[in-house]
């Protein structure tokens, strides 16, 4: 190098390498979309069974047919039906606080799977299930229970059911992982809790009206407390690997 081009260095430094990943704003932003994925997940999951009508299904009685042939049974089976289907958008958004690893995106892909599976059991519950009631309340067909067990205990509808929601539940362990091994200090807990609804939600179905209500308020307010951590923590661009 000339001793002129020397001089010019001199006078005229380099810029300074722009940073690398992505800028605070943006991680602020995916910490929003995040928390209200999981804001509304939570309250999905909630209200499904507030809302739902807590007849004795025992027996075939007019109450039941009137219950299951609500407007109430509608709405709270596809407040059910949407919190699954918002759950893997809401895992994907909150994979994408973390570093790269295997279980972050491994939660996203199995949440998808599960939600998949899941949803044409809700199908039956909301529309055939719903239909099958309104005429037996209309005239009274004492069988129509037999018919409703006959849609819920269809093999394949209830091992597509039953797979998918154990795949939900192992979304929510993998999420969990991936969360406690980016964070430190309590926030590494808060996916924790969200995990367990997930888990419990195949066996509460086997359970009464209070177990389930009490689900419903255990997995609202852990997508809630994962909602608040997301908020307050937007991003690990520099985190350990899941």
């Known amino acids: 190098m000339s001793t002129r081009h020397a001089i010019r260095a ?14 605070p704003r943006s991680l602020d932003a995916r910490g929003r979309r995040a928390a209200a994925a999981l804001v509304a997940a939570g309250a999905l999951f909630l209200l499904f069974p507030a809302l739902r009508p807590w007849p004795d299904e025992s027996l ?17 089976h596809l407040c059910g039906a949407a919190a699954i289907a918002l759950w893997p958008f809401a895992a994907a958004l909150v994979a994408r606080l973390l570093p790269d690893g295997r279980a972050a995106r491994a939660a996203v892909v199995t949440g998808g799977a599960g939600a998949a599976l899941v949803l044409p059991y809700f199908g039956a519950e909301i529309f055939a299930i719903h239909e099958l009631a309104g005429r037996a309340a209309t005239t009274w067909d004492p069988t129509f229970l037999d018919a409703i067990d006959d849609i819920r205990l269809q093999p394949v509808a209830a091992a597509m059911f039953a797979s998918g929601l154990l795949l939900l539940a192992a979304s929510g362990v993998l999420l969990a992982a991936a969360w406690r091994r980016a964070q430190d200090g309590a926030a590494r807990w808060a996916a924790v809790p969200l995990a367990a609804a997930l888990v419990l939600f195949l066996p509460q179905f086997f359970a009464g009206e209070p177990v ?17 951590v997301a908020l307050r923590t937007p991003g690990t661009p520099a985190g350990r690997g899941a």
């Open 60 to 76: 075939a009685t007019p109450a039941l047919a009137r219950a299951m042939a609500s407007d109430r049974w509608i709405v709270a």
């Open 212 to 228: 389930r209500v009490a689900h419903g308020v255990l997995a609202g307010l852990a997508a809630w407390l994962l909602a608040a």
């Open 10 to 23: 001199a006078d005229h430094p380099a810029a300074p390498d722009a940073p690398s990943g992505p800028s």
